[in-house]
């Protein structure tokens, strides 16, 4: 496409490894892990043992009454949105605000405030339903709350595709800011699924890993022998994406350039992972980036640490990079802010450029016996130090098979 | 506890409402209280005084004054008062 770049001026993210970016990269450098056993009261009958919970106090966040009308994820989105938004210093008070749009992703919406209601109906026979249940479980209320709370007019949009909601979402936005549809666009994704019923049907489907033994924080380990599924987590994370003389302009501070996105769809199985879409997904960022595949210098991978997931997703990445798969840099930071499914591929397109604000690329923490069938150049247990990568790529692959890469520029 | 009192203190609970600034004829409006948000504290101020506040009860109740009288009428009917 032509001279419109499209910016990334802003981040903001909240997980279990903290409520702001300086915590989150904090912890990623030092490979520490934000999961952990969960409370009784969060797992009931579940069976879930562990997952990577919040540290969350509403009333430190809002004012009054204001927090117990906003579902769990909407506050993540609310405080992730926020710090986007004031770190890029972009002023919504004097810009034009009918060009500035969101974009968002969630697999679920307001998941508590649904378990809530069922909660109320079936357990209690209290059919006295929050008159706001409606408007806080809807999947499009995150990204409503971002465009009330700063009056954001210009184009909206709610992605919801299960793991790549939020990829999808950030991709989208930066097609929507070169085709000149907006000036900026907060993008990004929330997700708060760890309520007992929805950690029951993940149960079900017997793809969450168990605590470890010795060190349940250890509890996911992708792309190791020993692995034993996902860990589920929460938060959430924007982008403040903006065309770039716009960001010029007002004399903002470019942290790196969106310019790949691949989206696919395997259109074959509902859970089962498939070699093709991902690869095609990938080729297609690549293409649109305009960037050899030995040109990427890091990849964060989709790395759920399924037994099966990791297999294929290691497979396609080395289809698709050759020998250069042995050399560049990969690794599943899921490992310690868990998966946060809709909210993941914002979060992790925030940890992907940590490497060009920090110079840090973070690591696969708990990879300590790596599987053969996993054979690509792994950053394992510790983050590495040493030369700034000038492209990053970002991997996130859903349940219903679509496939979203995204890939990053340094400014 | 009178009535009202009651009431107010569970408008400063679920509502966040300053104690200094209850009016009780106010309309729920300037306290800043939306209709959906008082509907839910209808719930809580049922479960409080065990009596049922009906939809179109609840359209006559402009204030916190109006809500006094309801209860205390709909108490003296149901023989609690």
Redesign the interface.
């Given at each position: 496409m032509g001279a419109r770049r499209v910016a990334v001026t802003g981040i903001g993210a909240v997980s279990a490894l903290g409520n702001d970016l300086e915590a989150f990269y904090r912890s990623l450098a030092e490979a520490r892990s934000g999961v952990r056993r969960l409370p009784a009261e969060v797992t009931l009958g579940s069976g879930v043992q562990v997952g990577a919970l919040a540290d969350w106090d509403p009333a430190a966040h809002f004012k009054?009454?204001e927090a117990g009308?906003l579902d769990r994820a909407t506050q993540f989105a609310l405080t992730a949105a926020g710090q986007a938004l004031a770190a890029s210093g972009l002023d919504p008070a004097v810009a034009d605000r009918d060009r500035i749009g969101v974009y968002w992703g969630t697999g679920m919406g307001g998941a508590h405030t649904l378990d809530a209601a069922f909660g109320s109906a079936y357990g209690r026979n209290d059919f006295?339903l929050?008159?706001?249940s409606v408007v806080m479980a809807m999947t499009n209320a995150a990204a409503s709350n971002v465009a009330v709370k700063w009056g954001l007019r210009g184009p909206f949009a709610n992605f919801s595709t299960a793991c790549s909601s939020s990829a999808m979402a950030i991709g989208e936005a930066t097609h929507a800011i070169r085709a000149g549809r907006a000036d900026a666009v907060l993008a990004g994704g929330s997700e708060a699924l760890l309520s007992p019923v929805i950690l029951a049907a993940w149960q079900a489907m017997r793809t969450l890993a168990p605590a470890d033994a010795n060190d349940p924080a250890a509890s996911c380990k992708p792309f190791d022998r020993r692995r034993g599924g996902l860990v589920l987590g929460e938060g959430a994370a924007a982008l403040l994406l903006e065309e770039e003389s716009h960001a010029r302009a007002r004399g903002a501070r470019v942290h790196a350039f969106i310019t790949g996105y691949g989206n696919t769809c395997d259109a074959a199985h509902m859970s089962k992972p498939d070699r093709g879409g991902q690869v095609r997904a990938m080729q297609q960022a690549l293409a649109e980036a305009g960037l050899a595949p030995e040109a990427i210098g890091y990849i964060n991978a989709h790395g759920t640490a399924t037994i099966v997931g990791d297999v294929i997703e290691c497979e396609a990445i080395k289809a698709v990079f050759g020998d250069a798969a042995m050399r560049i840099p990969v690794s599943s930071t899921k490992s310690m802010h868990g998966h946060l499914l809709g909210g993941a591929g914002a979060l992790e397109m925030a940890v992907a450029l940590m490497p060009f604000k920090q110079g840090v690329i973070p690591p696969t923490a708990n990879l300590e016996q790596p599987d053969p069938a996993c054979a690509v150049r792994h950053v394992a247990r510790n983050a590495e130090r040493g030369a700034i990568p000038q492209a990053v790529m970002s991997n996130s692959f859903a349940f219903g098979g679509s496939n979203v890469v995204l890939i990053a520029q340094r400014a | 506890m009178q009535t009202l009192d009651r009431i107010k203190d569970l408008a400063i609970k679920e509502l966040s409402l300053d104690a200094g600034k209850i009016d009780p004829n106010a309309p729920l409006a300037d306290l800043g209280v939306d209709s959906l948000t008082f509907i839910e504290f209808m719930f809580k101020v049922e479960d409080e005084f065990g009596v049922k506040v009906s939809d179109q009860d609840l359209r006559g109740i402009k204030c916190l004054a109006d809500l006094e009288r309801h209860i205390a009428a709909s108490l003296q009917t149901a023989g609690k008062a």
């Open positions: 009054g009454p009308s006295r929050r008159p706001l | -």
